[in-house]
């Protein structure tokens, strides 16, 4: 029952992951799929923001 759950769940998953191993650490460095849900536009605004935020607070404990 479980394994029939596990099955299904992953019925759309489909695609290719490409990671980074080094020094007991993993990195996804790139993911590719035809029916992906990831956006690339909305990653590259929410690291932008990310950036500018920690730009703001550094120059607020100034």
């Known amino acids: 029952m479980l394994q029939a ?3 299904k769940s992953q019925e759309y998953v ?3 992951v490409r ?6 650490s993993v990195s ?3 993911r590719k799929s035809d029916d992906s849900l990831f ?3 909305s990653r590259l ?3 932008m923001l990310v950036l500018m935020i ?3 607070q550094k120059v607020l404990s100034v």
């Open 54 to 56: 920690r730009k703001t």
């Open 14 to 16: 489909n695609g290719t």
């Open 45 to 47: 605004l929410k690291m």
């Open 28 to 30: 996804v460095v790139g």
């Open 5 to 7: 759950l596990i099955d």
């Open 39 to 41: 956006d690339e536009k």
């Open 19 to 24: 990671l980074k191993l080094y020094k007991g």
